[in-house]
């Protein structure tokens, strides 16, 4: 009879975790990522390998032999690191040297 009580109580638990999961998606709907979509559409990678990749070849960089980095130095090469990655690097460059007050004549 003691197996019993143990199935109910299991049987109860799931229906529990099943509804908290209904719950959840019902939630977060707009937030959840359709991979499918995204995978028919070639729309984007969807690993995580890439930036796994970036995120390591960083830290090589700041780990080479002798050099030493300021947390503030570390988020300035990065900020300049994505910049150049992304195209913005001269526009940000540029746009800096146009409004530098100490720039003009």
């Not at 970036?54 to 994505?82: D, P």
């Amino acid at each position: 009879m003691g197996c019993v009580h143990s199935v109910i109580k299991y049987a109860d638990l799931k229906k529990k975790s099943a509804q908290n999961l209904i719950n959840y998606i019902k939630k977060h709907s707009e937030r959840i990522v359709n991979y499918e979509y995204f995978s028919q559409e070639s729309l984007c990678s969807i690993g995580s390998g890439a930036v796994e990749s970036a995120v390591k070849q960083i830290g090589k960089r700041l780990k080479i032999s002798g050099a030493q980095w300021k947390m503030e130095n570390v988020s300035r090469m990065l900020q300049l690191r994505s910049a150049y990655l992304n195209g913005s690097l001269l526009a940000n460059i540029f746009a800096k040297v146009r409004c530098s007050p100490s720039l003009l004549p």
